[in-house]
């Protein structure tokens, strides 16, 4: 294909889109551009933007089912590489306002839902395996 | 202040591989793995994965009342025309489309994500 495209924003779908990018804000940082309350954006530091977008009616997924009110998407998070960077971060995102959804650790990440409903990951990383920061 | 980084973001489908297939083709990405969970490294980009999930039933945009798309991507691109033609080659479908004075339009991916080709 000889079309570029470039990747600009995840959007979250949410009833209520200054509240939700205050969560977010709260998780990964930056401050979100909250003049519209249709639509804000957070310019996540080291990363892409996340967008929030209002959803009249808005339904949260039924997390795990996918034949019904799907996630569709989810993020995962880098929390870090030990299990004591793990639960302080879960300390932090369960004050926001998240809720645990799946918390075994028989794997290396953690589901939560933030405060629309919307499953996240927060993942454990091996330092050898994490991502570069994004530019 | 921070208490994670943002790492991959994840879509719901029943084919990963193929579904990454359409994204690295579009996003100029690697794809990476294969089974129920796959990779696209794109470079200097955001990372996304794909996993399967068995009995997906993919959005019914533009309603958020009953399977909402719940997240969508937005992608920016230089020439809308030219972007449209190459998604749609790769299996995209037009969702809202038609209206040409826009900077932005509303397509879907192979397994029914809406997403948004943007001028912006």
């Not at chain 1, 967008?51 to 995962?76: C, K, L, M, V």
């Not at chain 2, 879509?11 to 990779?39: I, N, S």
Request: net charge negative; with cysteine.
């Amino acid at each position: 294909m000889t079309t570029v495209t470039r990747f600009r924003s995840v959007v979250l779908d949410c009833p209520d889109p200054r509240a939700l990018a205050r969560f977010y804000a709260g998780v990964v940082g930056g401050t979100p551009q909250d003049d519209d309350p249709e639509w804000v954006v957070l310019d996540v530091p080291g990363g892409p933007r996340l967008s929030f977008q209002r959803a009249e009616g808005y339904t949260p997924p039924e997390w795990p089912r996918a034949d019904r009110n799907s996630q569709q998407f989810h993020i995962d998070f880098d929390a870090g590489s030990t299990w004591e960077e793990i639960e302080e971060a879960e300390r932090k995102v369960l004050s926001l306002g998240a809720k645990a959804l799946h918390a075994e650790d028989k794997d290396d990440f953690r589901v939560y839902a933030d405060p629309a409903g919307h499953p996240f990951c927060l993942c454990r990383i091996d330092p050898h395996r994490r991502l570069p920061v994004q530019v | 202040m921070a208490l994670a980084k943002l790492g991959v973001v994840v879509l719901d489908c029943p084919d990963p591989r193929a579904l990454a297939g359409f994204y690295a083709e579009v996003l100029g990405g690697t794809v990476e793995g294969d089974g129920e969970w796959v990779d696209v490294k794109v470079p200097g980009g955001q990372a996304l994965a794909f996993q399967a999930a068995p009995g997906h039933t993919p959005p019914q945009w533009p309603r958020a009342d009953h399977d909402s798309q719940q997240f969508h991507l937005d992608l920016t691109v230089e020439d809308l025309d030219a972007a449209e033609k190459g998604v749609l080659a790769l299996g995209a479908k037009a969702l809202d489309a038609e209206d040409r004075s826009r900077s932005f339009r509303v397509y879907a991916d192979p397994a029914g994500h809406p997403f948004c080709l943007c001028a912006c």
